[in-house]
Structure formats: C-alpha cells, structure tokens
C-alpha cells in the first residue's frame, strides 16, 4: 500500500506544479481531467478486449480438450479391434 500512496504523494504534487505554472488553472484542470477520463475509457476498452478475448479461448480450448477426448477414445477402441495402425493416427490427430 505505500506504493499507491506516494504515487498518490507525486501525481498530486506534479498536478499541483502544472496547475500553479498554468495562465488559466482552471482551464489547465479542466484539460487534465479530460485526458484522465480519456485513459480511463481506454482502459475500458481494452479490458473488454481482453474479457472477449479470454472468453474466445476459454471456449477453444474446451472444445480441443473435447476433441482430444474423442480421438483417445477412438483410439482405444481401434486397440480393442487389434488396428494398432488406426489407433496410432488417432493419437497423432490428438
């Protein structure tokens, strides 16, 4: 936690030497305030990108563990019918 507050400690004080060297404070204020909830939006933005993102490869990768599932048992059953040739392509597929 004292990370975030002496980050805290220099963000205020280089706010507050930007604001006393500003012609209009409040202006300046007002300019840094946008470009904040600018980068917030961005943040945003990129945090929805990356939850689809994770959601997409969530959903491929359950769908490849389900097909390595299958060419397992594919393989298993080629065994059982003595087609070791079969069964030996099922696992490279997987």
Known sequence: MPYFSR???II???ISDLLASAAD???ALS???SEMRE???ACDRNLHTYSVSRD???QEI???ETQAVRWRDEAREHLGADNEEAARLALQRK
């Open 7 to 9: 980050l805290t400690d």
């Open 39 to 41: 980068g917030l939006e």
């Open 25 to 27: 404070p409040r202006l």
């Open 56 to 58: 997409r490869l969530e």
């Open 12 to 14: 205020t004080c280089r």
């Open 62 to 64: 359950a769908g490849h």
């Open 31 to 33: 300019e840094i305030l």
